[in-house]
């Protein structure tokens, strides 16, 4: 019976996968979201009886954004060219801005194509703002009859005191009207049966994010199944085995008894979805489940869920030039830095509740704010140059630590001994010089030594963890130079240099990874276009050679190994705006590299499409082709389509664009935000969901196999035996 039992889950395993069509759903739309924000509204006009076109401020300059008056969606938003100091004139074909330069510029309203500057005579200006029939006290809103001077409550239940009128209409029985809050809040207003009533409203405080960092939410369960496994390992073979069986046997009772031990309920239980509940602790579990607090321009901190984007709390902070927010003490204190000085501390024990301030403190002025690694202590470089180590409350650690600091002008390195900061090098660069990138080596740890390649031999990655590069630009003579250096020693290992019409307008990134590190620029000759170089660094290039010695540890102060070096340089079809690297829970999952574009996409390249040891088809042998990957050199990287996480959406997110990476505790999946004038989140597996069924996978289905060949099973085995039986006494008899 065992016997069968187990073929019966083995074809039933084989049929049921057969039967799910898809088992990595395509999850576009479902595991994104974007809060799409418009900003502080500036000015408010009207399109037509279904449209608003509201003008706002984005970044350094102005942004045209069309509203369905019926519930306050967003149609479509397009980013202008100026900032727009005065809406000077509309009619029912175009809109009429004024620049901070003084010159009119003219836009078709339906689109918002640009249509050029207009002469100041040839217009009449004829946008005019006049409010002043409309007052707003005590929560209460009148509105003045300008024939009879009778003023008449139209809404006495207003959400705040503190309102202003962004658009009103008044025309033909109908009153429409838009009413903003000092906090970036939008009210809008019809009237109906002779009362205004609210139709929409839309919360913008969210916009331009500077600063964030994020919580996870503990796992109870995970620390339960620790000290189960702690348990057991204290036991001998037997008695865990004893152990593990009892413990399941009282989990199944105990699922019994909470079913009231009907089996009916069981099985439907084991079959039916998740309830809203069950959901929500695997997210838990899986880690997907986050805080994102951010802070906004205006001073706003705000905690965001991030699988759905939903706002959990918010808090206002009173201050505008947030720089820095980290979470402390497993998540329990959220600390907020500003430019000017005052900081404050926050008690977030409780994630999902408005925090409340557990500390207020002054910091010194700072143009930069560093976290120490893991440490409650902070690195500050203040307004007048000096650098600060900012001690937490815990102990002090009596070893050395490194740090490499660097600015436009040039790099700093210090030792920081007993909570000490010493210089030990530095590097000034020429007045006109300026480094205009900077990566140090990613801190996760590695997982293989080597690359084995096709004809089953190493090359062994070189794994020295001091490492940085940093990209110098001289506009002078407009070259741009990418070096790679020890951070303890402040030695050299590796320069290159470019004289290929780099357009510094256009930005420089740098990525450091494991053993290699990447660089992207835009330059104009031969041709225009966006650049990428790969460096990867090996111990040496012989294959099966090892130079550092394993049963050794190595001082960062005396290491003479150099790495030997391979460089590949690709085109890429977009402007790179952006890059990160993904992060996973043990970094096993294959890498990633996450671009965001300039024209507002987000896609991702998997490493080894990037790889400096790519080499023409021609010059592959059959054995070079067996590697993990390989693929010939092509020199153009092309945009999969695939691969276009940000699907269909258009994100604005402004030059000061945050994109960064969380890995959650599935190794397969690691979360993407972008954080900027808009907010996005998605999830990405770079090396496919291979720990994950996906939720359309049919337990149901499965299970009824199952049932089906046992019953087949309990039926056919006796019949079976009993014609084996008869036969043997045909043949016997
Ligand atoms: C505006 O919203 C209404 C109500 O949801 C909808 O019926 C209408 O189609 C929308 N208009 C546009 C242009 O999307
Ligand atoms: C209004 O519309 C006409 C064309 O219909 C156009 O020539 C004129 O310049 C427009 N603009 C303003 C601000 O009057
Ligand atoms: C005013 O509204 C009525 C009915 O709602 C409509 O028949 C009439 O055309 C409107 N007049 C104007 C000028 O829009
Ligand atoms: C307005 O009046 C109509 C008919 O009298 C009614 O059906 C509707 O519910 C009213 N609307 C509001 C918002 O009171
Ligand atoms: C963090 O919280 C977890 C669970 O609440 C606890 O087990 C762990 O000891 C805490 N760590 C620190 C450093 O307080
Ligand atoms: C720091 O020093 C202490 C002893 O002074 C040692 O136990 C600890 O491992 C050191 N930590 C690191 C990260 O080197
Ligand atoms: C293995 O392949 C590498 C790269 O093509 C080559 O350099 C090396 O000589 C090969 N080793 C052997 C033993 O064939
Ligand atoms: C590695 O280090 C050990 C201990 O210092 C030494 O005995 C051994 O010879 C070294 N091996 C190599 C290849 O240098």
Redesign the pocket.
């Known amino acids: 019976m065992l016997r069968c039992f187990g073929n019966a889950l083995l074809l039933a395993l084989l049929l049921s996968t057969r039967l799910v069509k898809a088992v990595y759903n395509d999850e576009a739309y479902t595991i994104d979201w974007q809060r799409e924000n418009i900003g502080d509204y500036q000015w408010v006009t009207e399109v037509d009886d279904n449209t608003l076109l509201v003008v706002s401020s984005f970044d350094e300059t102005s942004l045209l954004c069309w509203l369905n008056k019926s519930n306050g969606e967003i149609l479509s938003r397009q980013p202008i060219k100026y900032k727009a100091v005065s809406l000077v004139a509309t009619n029912d074909s175009q809109i009429v801005l004024k620049s901070e330069r003084g010159e009119l510029q003219a836009f078709e309203l339906k689109h918002g194509f640009d249509l050029g500057p207009v002469l100041a005579e040839s217009i009449q200006s004829n946008f005019v703002e006049d409010f002043s029939t409309i007052s707003i006290q005590d929560k209460e809103l009148k509105m003045t009859d300008k024939e009879h001077g009778d003023a008449k409550i139209l809404i006495n239940d207003l959400p705040t005191d503190t309102m202003f009128v962004k658009f009103y209409k008044n025309a033909n029985e109908s009153i429409e009207l838009l009413l903003g809050t000092p906090s970036s809040q939008y009210y809008y207003y019809e009237l109906e049966n002779n009362t205004l009533s609210q139709k929409w409203a839309r919360d913008e405080s969210l916009t331009d994010v500077q600063a964030y960092t994020y919580a996870s939410v503990?796992d109870d369960s995970a620390?339960k199944i620790l000290s189960e496994l702690n348990d057991e390992k204290k036991l001998d073979f037997w008695q865990a085995y004893l152990f593990r069986v009892q413990h399941n046997y009282r989990r199944l009772k105990g699922a019994l008894i909470e079913r009231r031990f009907s089996v009916g309920s069981f099985v439907k239980d084991l079959i039916a979805d998740d309830d809203e509940h069950a959901v929500r602790q695997r997210d838990i579990k899986f880690g997907l489940l986050k805080y994102l607090i951010i802070a906004t321009r205006k001073g706003k901190i705000a905690a965001l869920n991030s699988i759905t984007g939903e706002k959990v709390w918010e808090f206002e902070s009173g201050f505008n030039d947030i720089i820095r927010l980290d979470s402390l003490?497993?998540n329990s204190e959220l600390v907020v830095f500003t430019k000017s000085g005052p900081s404050l501390v926050l008690d977030t024990s409780h994630i999902g509740a408005v925090p409340s301030i557990k500390r207020n403190q002054v910091v010194v002025p700072s143009t930069d704010i560093e976290r120490l690694g893991d440490s409650d202590d902070f690195y500050v470089r203040t307004e007048q140059g000096f650098r600060v180590i900012l001690r937490g409350d815990g102990e002090i650690h009596n070893n050395e630590t490194y740090l490499l600091d660097h600015d436009k002008h040039g790099l700093n390195a210090f030792i920081i001994e007993k909570g000490d900061l010493k210089e030990s090098w530095k590097l000034d660069l020429k007045p006109n010089e300026e480094i205009i990138a900077f990566a140090a080596r990613d801190s996760d740890p590695s997982v293989s030594l080597g690359n084995i390649l096709g004809n089953r031999t190493v090359l062994y990655k070189y794994l020295y963890p001091h490492l940085a590069s940093y990209a110098i630009a001289d506009r002078s003579v407009g070259s741009l130079s990418v070096h790679l250096v020890d951070t303890i020693t402040g030695e050299l290992l590796y320069t290159s240099y470019y004289e290929d019409g780099v357009n510094f307008n256009l930005p420089v990134n740098i990525l450091f990874g494991e053993y290699w590190f990447i660089y992207t620029y835009f330059s104009s000759e031969p041709i225009p276009e966006q650049k990428i170089s790969v460096v990867e660094l090996y111990e040496s290039l012989e294959p099966n050679t090892r130079v550092s010695n394993s049963s050794e540890v190595a001082s960062a102060l005396s290491n003479t190994m150099k790495p030997q070096i391979v460089t590949k340089a690709y085109f890429y079809p977009e402007v790179i705006k952006n890059m990160v690297l993904s992060k996973t829970k043990f970094g096993i999952t294959t890498k990633a590299i996450i671009l965001e574009l300039e024209n507002g996409q987000i896609t991702y390249l998997p490493k080894y499409l990037l790889s400096a040891r790519r080499r023409e088809e021609s010059q592959m042998s059959n054995d070079d082709k067996k590697e993990f990957m390989a693929a010939p050199y092509l020199s153009g990287i092309p945009i999969n389509d695939h691969a276009i996480i940000s699907h269909y959406r258009s994100l604005l997110m402004g030059s000061n664009s945050m994109l960064f990476s969380i890995p959650t505790n599935l190794e397969s999946t690691s979360i993407v935000c972008n954080f900027g004038h808009d907010i996005f989140c998605t999830r990405i597996s770079p090396s496919s969901q291979f720990d994950k069924l996906s939720p359309s996978f049919e337990k149901g289905k499965l299970i009824s196999t199952i049932l089906g060949l046992l019953f087949l099973c309990y039926f056919i085995r006796p019949l079976v035996d009993t014609k084996k039986l008869k036969s043997q006494w045909h043949v016997k008899g």
Do not use: I, Q, V
């Open positions: 503990n620390a003490k497993n």
